[in-house]
């Protein structure tokens, strides 16, 4: 699910980038979108964002790459995008990783290449953000909205009262609100916060489900279920869109979903309950789960 991580953090900093320039490069003016293919001779790779950007009145690029979780080979992946985009836009390239979550050693700034007794060839400065580290207040302080929904993920972040503040804060911005409250559908996965997630998603279900953003996070995840064979991932966006919509419809959809093997079903079935007019009709959707997988011929063994 890696990449619908990515997908919601590049369209957030799409919809503010004002807001993450003011927060990684502070003395840099913004001034526009830039393209993200960067070509070598064999190959080409893709940045995950980057703007150009004025820098005491001289251009420059910010380049970021999010990244759910550390890789050993980050570092050489960062210099070979900042390479390229410095040789294709002639100018000064700062790049960041934004790691999401724990889990791996995360390759430290700088990067060094030459003989250990010899001196270096190459030192490649970058900036890497490890958001597990970052303390809430931190990027409270900054008082920017595309930042707000990252509180979730800093430390300390993973509180009750900390998403509620970020909820009532975003409570004017649907989009963020819904990357806000999927960050705490993954965090918030503690038995004791089920309830209290599920009432906060039910209060704030207008909102949420009338984002294209949020549709799009939906589709974005059926899509890379299918694509990479993820049967979990397929399983959780299907019962996560029966708990955005009809929460008190949960447990039956947990059983009803364990039940199912035809992952193509459960794609029309999450489709079906967004556009479900009423708690009874997404309850039939679901009750007639099984029916439909047996007339397919596809029932479990």
Same mark, same amino acid.
Request: hydrophobic residues 45%; negative net charge.
């Given at each position: 699910?890696?990449?619908?991580?990515?997908?919601?953090?590049?369209?957030?900093?799409?919809?503010?980038?004002?807001?993450?320039?003011?927060?990684?490069?502070?003395?840099?003016?913004?001034?526009?979108?830039?393209?993200?293919?960067?070509?070598? *001779?064999? @190959? /080409?790779?893709?940045?995950? =964002? &980057?703007?150009?950007? +004025?820098?005491?009145?001289?251009?420059?690029?910010? $380049? %970021?790459?999010?990244?759910?979780?550390?890789?050993?080979?980050?570092?050489?992946?960062?210099?070979?995008?900042?390479?390229?985009?410095?040789?294709?836009?002639?100018?000064?390239?700062?790049?960041?990783?934004?790691?999401?979550?724990?889990?791996?050693?995360?390759?430290?700034?700088?990067?060094?290449?030459?003989?250990?007794?010899?001196?270096?060839?190459?030192?490649f400065r970058f900036w890497d953000?490890?958001?597990?580290?970052?303390?809430?207040?931190? *990027?409270? @302080? /900054?008082?920017?909205?595309? =930042? &707000?929904?990252?509180? +979730?993920?800093?430390?300390?972040?993973?509180?009750? $009262? %900390?998403?509620?503040?970020?909820?009532?804060?975003?409570?004017?911005?649907?989009?963020?609100?819904?990357?806000?409250?999927?960050?705490?559908?993954?965090?918030?996965?503690?038995?004791?916060?089920?309830?209290?997630?599920?009432?906060?998603?039910?209060?704030?279900?207008?909102?949420?489900?009338?984002?294209?953003?949020?549709?799009?996070?939906?589709?974005?995840?059926?899509?890379?279920?299918?694509?990479?064979?993820?049967?979990?991932?397929?399983?959780?966006?299907?019962?996560?869109?029966?708990?955005?919509?009809?929460?008190?419809?949960?447990?039956?959809?947990?059983?009803?979903?364990?039940?199912?093997?035809?992952?193509?079903?459960?794609?029309?079935?999450?489709?079906?309950i967004i556009k479900a007019e009423?708690?009874?009709?997404?309850?039939?959707?679901?009750?007639?789960?099984?029916?439909?997988?047996?007339?397919?011929?596809?029932?479990?063994?």
């Open positions: 699910m890696s990449k619908i991580w990515d997908d919601m953090l590049k369209r957030i900093f799409a919809a503010r980038p004002q807001d993450f320039v003011q927060w990684l490069l502070p003395f840099a003016v913004l001034v526009s979108k830039a393209p993200l293919e960067l070509k070598t *001779l064999t @190959r /080409t790779v893709n940045a995950d =964002v &980057l703007y150009e950007v +004025l820098i005491d009145g001289q251009k420059a690029l910010l $380049h %970021v790459e999010f990244q759910r979780r550390p890789e050993p080979n980050m570092a050489d992946r960062i210099w070979e995008y900042n390479v390229l985009a410095t040789l294709a836009y002639g100018c000064p390239v700062y790049s960041f990783v934004i790691y999401l979550t724990p889990g791996g050693k995360v390759p430290e700034p700088p990067l060094t290449k030459g003989l250990p007794q010899r001196e270096q060839i190459h030192v953000i490890k958001l597990w580290e970052v303390p809430v207040e931190a *990027l409270r @302080r /900054t008082q920017l909205l595309a =930042v &707000l929904p990252l509180c +979730l993920l800093a430390e300390g972040g993973d509180q009750q $009262h %900390v998403a509620e503040a970020v909820f009532d804060d975003l409570a004017h911005d649907k989009d963020l609100l819904g990357l806000a409250l999927m960050f705490a559908s993954i965090i918030f996965d503690r038995e004791a916060d089920e309830e209290w997630l599920e009432r906060k998603v039910a209060m704030l279900e207008d909102l949420v489900t009338d984002s294209p953003f949020y549709q799009r996070i939906l589709r974005k995840g059926k899509e890379e279920g299918i694509r990479e064979g993820e049967e979990k991932g397929i399983r959780e966006v299907t019962f996560n869109v029966v708990q955005v919509r009809f929460p008190d419809l949960g447990e039956l959809a947990k059983q009803q979903i364990s039940r199912i093997q035809d992952l193509n079903l459960l794609l029309d079935v999450s489709m079906r009423s708690r009874q009709e997404a309850e039939r959707v679901l009750l007639d789960l099984q029916a439909q997988q047996d007339t397919n011929g596809k029932a479990p063994s």
